[in-house]
């Protein structure tokens, strides 16, 4: 089992930047890997980076490529997720997920999920 618990979201204006945290437990931890995933009003849920607990891999939706960036901290066990300048399309619940990447992180099929972060962007 493991849990999921995000923080930092909240309204910003367009351009600025925000952090989200996803603070991780459970035993089996790092057989998993981490992503971001955020769900717009009306929206299917989306993948929007991911990263494993061991290595330098990390991957992005095209969406986000070169203004997010997603890091960890294995002592903390805790992942981030850097989000900067943010545009109102940004505006979503972000989710925190754990789950299986056998074939990529951009294939990331989450197993947990955390109760997600309100983010909003205004222009």
């Known amino acids: 089992q493991v849990q999921l618990v995000e923080s930092g979201g909240g309204l910003v204006q367009a351009g600025g930047s925000l952090r989200l945290s996803c603070a991780a437990s459970?035993?089996?931890?790092?057989?998993?890997?981490m992503g971001w995933f955020r769900q717009a009003a009306e929206k299917e849920r989306e993948f929007v980076a991911g990263i494993r607990w061991s290595g330098d891999s990390t991957y992005y939706a095209d969406s986000v490529k070169g203004r997010f960036i997603i890091s960890r901290d294995n002592a903390k066990n805790t992942v981030y997720l850097q989000m900067n300048s943010l545009k109102p399309e940004d505006t979503a619940v972000y989710y925190c997920?754990?789950?299986?990447?056998?074939?990529?992180?951009?294939?990331?099929?989450?197993?947990?999920w955390g109760q997600g972060t309100q983010v909003t962007v205004s222009s």
């Open positions: 997920a754990a789950g299986r990447a056998p074939y990529g992180l951009g294939y990331l099929s989450p197993d947990y």
């Open positions: 459970g035993r089996t931890l790092s057989s998993y890997a």
